[in-house]
Protein backbone atom coordinates (compact mmCIF):
# COMPACT_ATOMS: atom_id res chain seq x y z
CA UNK A 1 0.00 0.00 0.00
CA UNK A 2 2.68 2.26 0.97
CA UNK A 3 4.41 2.27 -2.52
CA UNK A 4 1.81 2.60 -4.42
CA UNK A 5 1.27 5.89 -2.77
CA UNK A 6 4.57 7.32 -3.27
CA UNK A 7 4.71 6.15 -6.57
CA UNK A 8 1.83 8.21 -7.59
CA UNK A 9 3.29 10.88 -5.19
CA UNK A 10 6.81 10.67 -7.53
CA UNK A 11 4.31 10.43 -10.96
CA UNK A 12 2.33 13.46 -9.63
CA UNK A 13 5.87 15.68 -8.92
CA UNK A 14 7.05 14.29 -12.82
CA UNK A 15 4.21 14.92 -13.87
CA UNK A 16 3.87 19.01 -12.18
CA UNK A 17 7.80 19.47 -13.22
CA UNK A 18 7.63 18.77 -17.24
CA UNK A 19 4.51 20.99 -17.31
CA UNK A 20 6.16 23.71 -15.46
CA UNK A 21 9.10 23.12 -18.07
CA UNK A 22 6.70 23.29 -20.78
CA UNK A 23 4.69 26.38 -19.82
CA UNK A 24 8.37 28.09 -19.54
CA UNK A 25 9.67 26.55 -22.37
CA UNK A 26 6.77 28.43 -24.29
CA UNK A 27 6.94 31.74 -23.11
CA UNK A 28 8.64 34.23 -24.81
CA UNK A 29 11.98 36.40 -23.83
CA UNK A 30 11.20 40.46 -23.22
CA UNK A 31 13.01 42.01 -25.89
CA UNK A 32 16.32 43.62 -24.95
CA UNK A 33 15.06 46.71 -26.14
CA UNK A 34 12.65 46.75 -23.40
CA UNK A 35 15.07 45.32 -20.59
CA UNK A 36 17.24 48.81 -22.08
CA UNK A 37 14.29 50.97 -21.52
CA UNK A 38 13.54 50.09 -18.11
CA UNK A 39 16.85 50.03 -16.72
CA UNK A 40 17.20 53.50 -17.84
CA UNK A 41 14.20 54.40 -16.35
CA UNK A 42 15.09 53.16 -13.03
CA UNK A 43 18.48 55.13 -13.47
CA UNK A 44 17.08 58.62 -14.27
CA UNK A 45 14.74 57.71 -11.06
CA UNK A 46 18.06 57.22 -8.90
CA UNK A 47 19.37 60.52 -10.19
CA UNK A 48 16.48 62.33 -8.65
CA UNK A 49 13.94 62.64 -12.38
CA UNK A 50 10.61 62.26 -9.36
CA UNK A 51 11.96 65.03 -7.63
CA UNK A 52 13.88 67.53 -9.91
CA UNK A 53 12.17 66.93 -13.32
CA UNK A 54 8.51 65.04 -11.98
CA UNK A 55 6.19 66.18 -14.70
CA UNK A 56 8.65 64.47 -17.53
CA UNK A 57 9.00 61.83 -15.15
CA UNK A 58 5.51 61.14 -14.94
CA UNK A 59 4.62 61.80 -18.58
CA UNK A 60 7.21 59.11 -19.51
CA UNK A 61 6.70 56.92 -17.05
CA UNK A 62 3.21 56.39 -18.45
CA UNK A 63 4.59 55.40 -21.61
CA UNK A 64 7.10 53.00 -20.17
CA UNK A 65 4.34 51.36 -18.39
CA UNK A 66 2.13 50.79 -21.80
CA UNK A 67 5.36 49.08 -23.00
CA UNK A 68 5.41 46.82 -19.74
CA UNK A 69 1.78 46.11 -20.42
CA UNK A 70 2.27 44.61 -24.18
CA UNK A 71 5.08 42.83 -22.14
CA UNK A 72 2.54 41.74 -20.08
CA UNK A 73 0.21 40.45 -22.41
CA UNK A 74 3.04 38.82 -24.41
CA UNK A 75 3.14 40.85 -27.03
CA UNK A 76 6.81 40.71 -27.48
CA UNK A 77 6.97 42.61 -31.26
CA UNK A 78 4.43 45.38 -30.19
CA UNK A 79 7.02 45.79 -26.69
CA UNK A 80 10.14 46.02 -28.89
CA UNK A 81 8.89 48.68 -31.38
CA UNK A 82 7.19 50.58 -28.51
CA UNK A 83 10.76 50.51 -26.74
CA UNK A 84 12.88 51.58 -29.48
CA UNK A 85 11.97 55.18 -29.29
CA UNK A 86 11.64 55.63 -25.69
CA UNK A 87 15.08 54.84 -25.01
CA UNK A 88 16.32 57.99 -26.07
CA UNK A 89 13.45 59.66 -24.35
CA UNK A 90 14.58 57.72 -20.94
CA UNK A 91 18.11 58.89 -21.87
CA UNK A 92 17.13 62.28 -21.94
CA UNK A 93 15.05 62.59 -19.16
CA UNK A 94 17.89 61.02 -16.96
CA UNK A 95 20.67 64.35 -18.57
CA UNK A 96 17.53 66.29 -17.16
CA UNK A 97 17.81 65.20 -14.05
CA UNK A 98 21.23 65.15 -13.42
CA UNK A 99 21.43 68.94 -14.62
CA UNK A 100 18.41 70.08 -12.74
CA UNK A 101 20.23 68.15 -9.72
CA UNK A 102 23.56 69.86 -10.43
CA UNK A 103 21.40 73.14 -10.51
CA UNK A 104 19.47 72.33 -7.29
CA UNK A 105 22.66 71.67 -5.39
CA UNK A 106 24.26 75.01 -6.20
CA UNK A 107 21.31 76.84 -5.42
CA UNK A 108 21.03 75.80 -1.96
CA UNK A 109 24.94 75.83 -1.73
CA UNK A 110 23.96 79.72 -2.89
CA UNK A 111 21.44 79.93 -0.34
CA UNK A 112 23.15 78.05 2.45
CA UNK A 113 26.18 80.96 2.11
CA UNK A 114 24.10 83.46 2.16
CA UNK A 115 21.99 82.44 4.98
CA UNK A 116 25.41 82.04 6.68
CA UNK A 117 26.51 85.52 6.00
CA UNK A 118 23.45 87.00 7.12
CA UNK A 119 23.32 84.80 10.98
CA UNK A 120 27.43 86.09 10.90
CA UNK A 121 25.71 89.89 10.39
CA UNK A 122 23.36 89.30 13.32
CA UNK A 123 25.25 87.64 15.72
CA UNK A 124 27.67 90.63 14.77
CA UNK A 125 24.49 93.24 15.89
CA UNK A 126 24.03 91.36 18.76
CA UNK A 127 20.51 90.51 17.35
CA UNK A 128 21.18 87.76 20.62
CA UNK A 129 20.25 90.58 23.32
CA UNK A 130 16.97 91.63 21.45
CA UNK A 131 15.93 88.71 19.10
CA UNK A 132 17.54 85.71 20.73
CA UNK A 133 14.43 82.99 19.43
CA UNK A 134 14.31 85.02 16.08
CA UNK A 135 18.29 84.39 15.51
CA UNK A 136 17.98 81.04 17.04
CA UNK A 137 15.79 79.65 14.77
CA UNK A 138 17.96 80.88 12.01
CA UNK A 139 20.53 78.47 13.17
CA UNK A 140 18.48 76.04 13.56
CA UNK A 141 17.28 76.02 10.05
CA UNK A 142 20.47 76.56 8.69
CA UNK A 143 22.26 73.32 10.50
CA UNK A 144 19.07 71.58 9.04
CA UNK A 145 19.75 72.74 5.87
CA UNK A 146 23.45 71.84 5.94
CA UNK A 147 22.69 68.48 7.07
CA UNK A 148 20.04 68.26 4.30
CA UNK A 149 22.85 68.55 1.63
CA UNK A 150 24.32 65.25 2.03
CA UNK A 151 20.99 63.45 0.37
CA UNK A 152 21.36 64.53 -3.22
CA UNK A 153 17.29 63.97 -2.76
CA UNK A 154 16.79 66.67 -0.51
CA UNK A 155 18.68 69.69 -2.27
CA UNK A 156 15.32 71.72 -2.76
CA UNK A 157 14.06 71.33 0.76
CA UNK A 158 18.04 72.86 1.94
CA UNK A 159 17.41 75.42 -0.56
CA UNK A 160 13.83 76.26 1.29
CA UNK A 161 15.38 76.18 4.82
CA UNK A 162 18.51 78.04 4.14
CA UNK A 163 16.35 80.30 2.21
CA UNK A 164 13.81 80.72 5.29
CA UNK A 165 17.43 80.74 7.84
CA UNK A 166 18.42 84.10 5.66
CA UNK A 167 15.28 85.68 5.88
CA UNK A 168 14.89 85.00 9.87
CA UNK A 169 18.66 85.60 10.32
CA UNK A 170 18.21 89.48 9.24
CA UNK A 171 14.77 89.64 10.97
CA UNK A 172 16.82 89.40 14.18
CA UNK A 173 19.55 91.82 12.68
CA UNK A 174 16.98 94.65 12.28
CA UNK A 175 15.39 93.74 15.69
CA UNK A 176 18.81 94.29 17.33
Same mark, same amino acid.
Given at each position: ?87 ? *?????? &?? =?? #? !???? +? /???? $? @? %? ?41 ? *?????? &?? =?? #? !???? +? /???? $? @? %?
Amino acid at each position: MKCGKSRVFVQSVIVIAVMLLLVTGCSKKTPQQVIDVNAAMARAKDNGAAVYVPDATKSLQGEVDQMNGLVDEKKMKKARKAAEPLLP *KVEDLD &KQ =AM #D !ARAK +A /KADA $E @A %AIKRATDAVGQAKQAEAAKYNAAGLKQAEGKLAEAKALMSDPM *KYLEAK &KL =AE #D !AERQ +A /KNAR $E @A %A
